[in-house]
Every structure is written in structure tokens, then in C-alpha cells.
């Protein structure tokens, strides 16, 4: 069948009636075609006439769905006010009308369906709700229309990611504040066992990061996270790995991420299902800086497990029977002498990354030398080279033979522009 302008329509139904619903090689009808154009006399005349709203072609589509993927409002609005079926799924991705206003972004349409009593949860091929369409496409507006609709916020798509694991892959910091607003479970695992927290930390996105460990997301939480390639690969599902954010962060060389996970008590020593550590990771994946990162804060983690070994093992218990009050300590005149520690944290550089935990940690060890073991600590924060040498010649004049001293420093170091090569350290 020809298409043509309304009179020509009119002239064909006119002469046989039974053309109305007629189709073509493609399964199209009259009304089909008439939306197809964006026709929307010729429309309102066919379904005057008698024109089935409903009519699918080949791919099961009906004129309100082929009016919502043209972006078509107006006749949308006209064919949902005629009885348009609001549910009806096309044969390839089972997607209703909602789903594409939503993911058209037109709230107008979304909210006429809803209120025409379109099923808010239905879900395509791809599982997705119109309300995880909406929150992957970033339509915040619409989410929170479909929410306040009583939309499922505890939605999740063939993958069984959530709502809050896809706004943390969109990296849409409004959204996820949304979805927590809405008391949704920010340590919810997908098929696959990772948290939002593990997408957060494989994107790179510190602003995420920082707002979902804020609202208690486990920074040590362990999941069989996968490239998002292998994912979407269902025989990877279930498939046991182990990793915490901290490995995915290390893994994708994300060095702000790594160090804030570590500054909020990432487990440097946990292991995956490989017996691998982020140092182990980090070194494969050549991350040289994380390396640098990672070794300072495994020697804290080290000082931590001494100092709680320390406190397991000092509780008193009574003294052996040969060190009672009659038999004096045989070693009580011996001279251990005094302990002292320098520590060095560096932050301040003009053209090198940023190390936001040196400093950081450089305070916490300094802290923890000087309460915990009773050191005596001096602290250099931003230290030139000349403080720091300057420091260690005081020292070294007023130390005597049974003294102890630690140094502990944490940066890149200072350029040596005698030598004209590499960093400075205090070694």
C-alpha cells in the first residue's frame, strides 16, 4: 500500500474500508506509517475510522511504541487518550512504552503512562526496571518521579547489579546520594559479589568513594570483581576472586583512590583467592607510585600488628619464682638507653603527584611511636633537605651508644640537583 497525504488516505479507505488495517511487507499498517511520519491528522483520522491502536508490525511493535522511540509527545499523549495498550512489550528487547519515555527522558510521557496504570517494574530483556533505566541514563528527575511512585529501589538487572551499583558506575555522585537517601543497601552485591564500593574504586572515582565509606561501605568488603567485559560474560558469575576495592584500585592504577581506601583502613596484607596483596598486584601491573605507597604503609600496618602483639602480651602475670623480692632482677643495671625517632612526611611538591597519605601517615606514626612506646619524636612535615639534614646532625650530636634511633619517611623525596639525578631520601 502507498502512503500519501490525507486526502489520498481518504480516498483509499473510502473506495475499501478493510485498507485501514491493512500491512505492508513489513508488517506496517496505515497507522504505523502515519506515526512513522509524524502525521498526526492522518493518525486521528485513521483511528476515527476505526484503526486497530494496537496493531503490531513484524517486530511487534505498536504506533504508541514507534511514537516513543520518534520522540513523538504529541502523539503519544494522543494514542495513550485512545487506548493505547501502556504494557505492550516489542519482540526484541521487551521493552514497554515506559522504559523508552524514560530513557527518551520525557517525564511528561512517564508520568501519563504511570497514571494510565502502566506496570512501574516491568522488566526488558536485560532485566532493567524503567526506574534502573532511568537511573543509568542519569535521569534523576524521572528516578525520583518513579520512586515517589513506589517504584522497587531494590531493582537489580541480569547481572543482579542494583540501583546504587549502577549510579556508582555512571560516576553520578547526585544519584547515589539519592539512592542512599532512599535507604538502599550500600554494601549490596551483585552476581558477582562486589559492592558499589568495588565499582567506585575501578573507575577512578575518589568523590564516590569518599561519599559511600562516609555512609558505611565496607572498605575491606571482598568480592569476585571482573573487567566490566568479563561480567557481562554469565560464565564468570560465581566464578570466586576475592578482591577488595583496595585490590581494584591498585589494579587500575588509581592512586588518589588507593591512598584514601588506605588513610580509612584498607587491609594492605589481604589476599585474594590467589594469595595476592595490592603490592603483589601492584607490581605486576608496574604502578610504580602505588608501589612507593603501598611499602610505606605496610611497614604502619606492620608497627600496628607489633603494638597490639605488645599489648596482647603485656598483661601482668606473676613473676617467676627466681625474680621474687629476695632475688633481685639479674639484668637491672643493664643501660638499653633512649629511643628516638625522626619522622619525615612530605606533601609538598610543585611538579609531582600529590601524596596525600605521607603526610597523613607520617602524623599517625609519629603519634603512635611517641604515646604507645614512650619515643621521643620529632615530626617534619614538608621538610626541605636542609631541615632534614640539619635534624639528623642533632642528632647524631647528642646520641650516645645505647641510644636507638628510627627514622621513618614518607614522600617522593628531594630532588638532588647536586648529583643531578633521582630523589633525595634520608637513608
Not at 495498550?85 to 512504552?97: A, G, H, L, Q, R
Not at 526488558?124 to 525520583?144: D, F, H, T, W
Not at 567506585?200 to 573487567?227: P, Q
Request: with cysteine; net charge negative; glycine share 6%.
Amino acid at each position: 500500500m502507498q502512503y500519501g497525504d490525507l486526502d489520498h488516505i481518504k480516498s483509499i479507505i473510502r473506495k475499501d474500508s478493510t485498507k485501514i488495517n491493512e500491512k505492508n511487507e513489513d508488517g506496517n499498517a496505515l497507522l504505523h506509517i502515519a506515526v512513522h511520519e509524524g502525521d498526526i491528522d492522518i493518525a486521528q483520522y485513521l483511528v476515527f475510522q476505526g484503526a486497530a491502536v494496537n496493531v503490531k508490525d513484524n517486530l511487534d511493535q505498536t504506533p504508541l511504541q514507534i511514537a516513543m522511540h520518534e520522540g513523538n509527545v504529541e502523539l503519544a499523549k494522543y494514542l495513550i487518550s485512545q487506548g493505547a495498550d501502556v504494557d505492550t512489550k516489542n519482540f526484541f528487547s521487551e521493552t514497554t512504552p515506559l522504559h523508552t519515555a524514560v530513557d527518551k527522558g520525557s517525564i511528561e510521557i512517564a508520568k501519563l503512562l504511570v497514571l494510565q496504570g502502566a506496570n512501574i517494574n516491568a522488566k526488558n530483556i536485560e532485566q532493567e526496571s524503567p526506574l534502573y533505566i532511568a537511573v543509568k541514563r542519569g535521569r534523576l528527575e524521572i528516578a525520583k518521579y518513579l520512586a515517589s511512585q513506589g517504584a522497587d529501589l531494590n531493582t537489580r538487572d541480569r547481572r543482579g547489579k542494583y540501583l546504587l551499583h549502577e549510579a556508582v558506575s555512571l560516576g553520578d555522585l547526585e544519584q547515589v546520594k539519592f539512592l542512599i537517601s532512599k535507604g538502599v543497601d550500600i554494601n549490596a552485591k551483585d552476581k558477582n559479589d562486589s559492592c558499589p564500593l568495588h565499582d567506585a574504586a575501578e573507575r577512578g572515582n575518589l568523590e564516590v568513594t569518599e561519599y559511600l565509606i562516609s555512609h558505611g561501605a565496607n572498605v575491606n568488603a571482598k568480592g569476585a570483581w571482573e573487567s566490566v567485559f568479563l561480567c557481562r560474560n554469565p560464565g564468570h558469575f560465581g566464578k570466586t576472586l576475592d578482591w577488595t576495592p583496595l585490590h581494584v584500585a591498585v589494579h587500575q592504577g588509581h592512586l588518589e583512590v588507593v591512598e584514601f581506601l588506605i588513610s580509612q583502613g584498607a587491609d594492605v596484607n589481604a589476599k585474594n583467592n590467589e594469595d595476592e596483596t595490592a603490592m603483589v598486584l601492584a607490581k605486576k601491573r608496574d604502578h610504580k607510585e602505588i608501589v612507593t605507597l603501598l611499602s610505606s604503609s605496610e611497614e604502619l600496618a606492620q608497627l600496628s600488628k607489633a603494638r597490639k602483639t605488645i599489648e596482647k602480651t603485656s598483661v601482668k602475670k606473676p613473676p617467676p619464682k627466681e625474680f621474687t623480692k629476695s632475688k633481685p632482677f639479674p639484668y637491672q643495671d643493664l643501660d638499653f638507653g633512649h629511643y628516638y625517632a625522626l619522622v619525615i612526611g612530605n606533601n609538598n611538591y610543585q611538579n609531582l603527584p600529590k601524596l596525600v597519605s605521607a603526610k597523613n601517615d607520617a602524623q599517625e606514626v609519629a603519634k603512635t611511636l611517641k604515646n604507645l612506646y614512650g619515643f621521643s619524636v620529632e615530626l617534619l612535615i614538608d621538610a626541605s633537605r636542609s631541615d632534614i639534614l640539619l635534624s639528623l646532625i642533632n642528632l647524631r650530636n647528642n646520641l650516645s651508644d645505647q641510644d636507638n634511633l628510627i627514622i621513618y619517611y614518607a614522600g617522593h623525596g628531594w630532588l638532588d640537583k647536586e648529583a643531578d639525578e633521582g630523589y633525595w631520601l634520608p637513608t
